[in-house]
């Protein structure tokens, strides 16, 4: 590592830091009622303003080339203020991997040439399901140099604040699965009423129908599982940065608490139990951030189909978040658990993130059926 990686690294880590400190933690309980309650617009300008939703475009439209540790470093740093945020930074980034693979790179500079806000900037995309695991799709058919799309994408995650969405669907007469990047200024789209969910609040996510609306191929016919694959790795690893940054939140949060609550005349942290309790979260923590650095400067990150070691890698770490902020919760012995110091909206987080790209039991074993071939 040179010297001015380092230098760009450690600029990374305090804007972020920055950024969320300063920014989203006065509103982090607010943003949280969303769509009870309005959501402050003037931070995701903020973001848009520090580039955190250009980050992996490539170098010649303002990004880093998708460089997945600065990318990382962003995520670990936000979500451990408000994991809702580095989601939105998250799901952008992963339709824009899908455009690149695809090598429709173009359709991106169109997207940069005509932005006026974040709003016209973000893509929005389903990045709670697996495409190929749900049986609500919508349909394509061809009409002359350009498709139709009719039908329904649920959950499509920013989709009620983007300009445009990349949405998977099946053409008609072969079934063949393709993406396609639709405008949602559309008149023939309709987005839905903002879905309420476990958690991520603060990441709006909303139903999006479709009635005869033309929409532009990404990439080739038929090669949207390709292009899903090859990104799936990398963005599994990036997601697994988030889990890692809600859990390093938790811990630092229940740590402080302990080291300042008195009981029986010591800290409660000087309890042996609660020791416990807090190495347990420690250890966890920093496995998980070890075991990202390490993958992300072993390489990954490289778009490559396949990549087994970085997902047996990271999909623990998300099953880890949900145990390692379930302790945080108890670590306050119930004290301002919910809005002093947010541990129960980390917890619910943490077992939202848990269906990032599908299903956590249906990733598991889908990872076991790779496995297997592997072994043969």
Known sequence: MTTSDEREYKLLINTSRDFAKKILLPHREENDRYPLADMDEKIMEKAYELDF???WLPEELGGFGGHLKKLVLILENIAETDAGMAVMILINAMAQEIILQAGEGKALADICTREKSVHDFLIAFPAFTNPFETSSVANARKKGDTYILNGE????????????????AKIEGDDSDSFFLVDLKAGSVRTGDPVISLGLHACPVCD???????????GEKGKAPDYFNRMYGTFMLAGASIAAGIMRGAFDDALAYCRNRVQGGRPIGNWSELQLMLSH????????ETMIACLCEGGAGKGTEGDEGIISASIPIFDQAR???????????????MEDYSQEKRFRDAQHLQSFLGRATLKKLNFLKSFYKLAS
């Open 208 to 218: 999006v129908c479709f009635h005869d609306t033309e929409a532009m191929i990404i």
């Open 323 to 337: 145990d390692v902020t379930s302790s945080g919760i108890q670590a306050l012995g119930g004290y301002g658990y």
């Open 281 to 288: 979260m420690a250890l966890t923590v920093k496995n998980a």
């Open 53 to 55: 939703f250009h980050v």
């Open 153 to 168: 994408t649920p959950y499509v995650v920013l989709g009620n604040i983007s300009g445009q969405a990349l949405v998977y």
